[in-house]
């Protein structure tokens, strides 16, 4: 049995308990479509328990000594290492993620631990000058007071961790709220990390709850002063608005509609792999995932026919198989989503030169051919194994197309000469961009973010330590000042 599935949902100021609500909450297996745990949501009283918890808790940790903050991030590292074959059995049952993925996940969790338990140290501050005649001006590095973080249900566990960390390790508490389809992977199993960690009771609360119950209360609560959501554009939209009304700084990773880009000069061979992989790793259901491949037309049917014989290669079926690439979606309503979605291409006049079956909740490769701009193939975020392929004449038709979108978060672009790549890459609306790689890269001390849709700010590395803290302006007067009345 494994014990993180035994935790219950909510984790207020160092208490495990259950939420308050009489709102029922199921914990779906994606694959075998069975309920593994339910629980009561939390209330708008429990949120609110926990941003008390997480101000009070924040007075005292900001001054915990650095050795201290960073020793506890460097648990948290130890943990995830120790534990990691049961949290890859979880990421398999809660989110369907295929041991691939799993492993891949943990991977990026362990790096920004590592990443977070430098930032105790790196606190630093200034001493500028000034134009008044004996004046000091001190200028300090501190904690922004309480971080909200709402994750999504793709990543969950590095996406919840991404903003949690580094929050914490700046000094910071923090109240997360995971989807309500990754309780656990985004929520309750980064409670236990750091509860095992040592972490002091209340720096970190998790609530798990529906939107029915708590509206936009996790937003607009006077406690926090900076949220962090990574998700759908359309609800970062209203988050950022909410946000903005109560004067709150946000840092929203939204979604995108990456462009794989494939020169006449690619090496085939490396843009098919990094294409496959690029669209297909967990099912297609990460931000960064390329929604559209743009192929020189010179070498476009070279690249379709190679593309397509790996594609008829993926597995398909039950993740905890190590050999499965694509197991199911999340659930139901994104199955639903996405079969729309395919008929819609379908009847605009995309051609599905791969169309695999729909079996539960896990749909077979689709991949679409004669792909215009303007179809809305081209033009929305696929979140599931489905692909467009589009034609281009030269580089000036190929930027047009890539950044005809109102997203931008990643991309990458394939070709023999880098300088070539890196001029198209300059011109293209993008947040990220790969040169000879897939489009899904994150690392812990690179800037991550995205343009237009995609997202507001950017997290990792420096861009992290910014985000979740603030300055303070402290000035002395060392010699008495003559002011010019009295």
């Not at 309480?146 to 109240?175: E, Y």
């Not at 979604?255 to 000069?265: K, M, P, T, Y």
């Not at 999340?330 to 995309?350: F, H, P």
Request: charged residues 25%.
């Amino acid at each position: 049995m494994n014990a993180f599935k035994n935790l219950l949902p909510q984790y207020i100021n160092g208490v495990w308990r259950d939420g308050n609500s009489h709102t029922k909450m199921k914990n779906i297996n994606p694959y075998t479509q069975q309920c593994f745990a339910t629980y009561k949501a939390a209330t708008k009283e429990d949120l609110n328990e926990a941003y008390e918890a997480a101000q009070n808790a924040q007075k005292q940790w900001e001054h915990v000594n650095p050795v201290t903050k960073r020793s506890i991030l460097e648990n948290a590292v130890s943990y995830v290492e120790e534990k990691k074959e049961k949290i890859i059995d979880i990421i398999i049952e809660e989110l369907g993620g295929t041991r691939l993925k799993a492993d891949f996940e943990i991977g990026l969790v362990i790096n920004i631990l590592k990443e977070a338990a430098t930032f105790p140290f790196r606190m630093e501050g200034k001493i500028l000058p000034s134009p008044i005649d004996h004046k000091e001006n001190r200028v300090y590095r501190v904690p922004v007071g309480v971080v909200g973080v709402i994750s999504p249900f793709n990543f969950p566990f590095f996406l919840s961790m991404k903003s949690v960390a580094p929050a914490i390790a700046t000094g910071n508490g923090v109240v997360l709220k995971p989807h309500e389809d990754s309780a656990i992977t985004g929520g309750t199993l980064i409670a236990k990390i750091f509860e095992e960690a040592g972490l002091p009771k209340g720096v970190l609360n998790v609530i798990t709850t529906e939107i029915s119950e708590i509206g936009d209360a996790f937003i607009e609560h006077p406690v926090p002063r900076s949220i962090s959501f990574t998700g759908s554009t359309v609800v970062g939209k209203h988050i950022g608005a909410v946000a903005g009304k109560h004067l709150k700084e946000v840092h929203l990773e939204l979604g995108g509609n990456s462009a794989l880009i494939v020169l006449d000069d690619a090496d085939l061979e490396l843009a098919v792999s990094a294409a496959v992989f690029s669209r297909f790793t967990h099912q297609g259901q990460i931000c960064m995932s390329a929604n559209r491949l743009i192929v020189h037309e010179k070498i476009y049917d070279s690249f379709v026919d190679k593309y397509v014989e790996k594609v008829k290669g993926l597995t398909s079926g039950d993740p905890r198989d190590e050999e499965t690439i694509i197991g199911p979606l999340i659930n139901e309503r994104q199955v639903k989503n996405t079969e729309k979605m395919i008929e819609k291409g379908l009847s605009e006049g995309a051609k599905a030169i791969v169309k695999g079956e729909t079996k539960g909740n896990i749909i077979e490769p689709v991949v679409f051919t004669d792909v215009t701009p303007e179809m809305s193939l081209a033009q929305e975020e696929v979140f599931a194994p489905v692909i467009s392929i589009m034609k281009a004449k030269d580089d000036e038709e190929i930027i047009a197309f890539a950044n005809d979108t109102n997203y931008g978060l990643s991309g990458a672009i394939h070709t023999r000469n880098v300088e070539r790549g890196a001029e198209i890459a300059k011109r293209l609306d993008t947040g990220m961009i790969h040169i000879n790689d897939g489009t899904i890269n994150d690392e812990p001390n690179v800037a991550f973010g995205g343009m237009k849709n995609s997202g507001v700010g950017r997290l990792n590395g420096t861009w992290s330590l910014d985000a979740f803290t603030t300055f303070k302006w402290i000035s002395i007067q060392h010699v008495r000042r003559e002011y010019p009345y009295s």
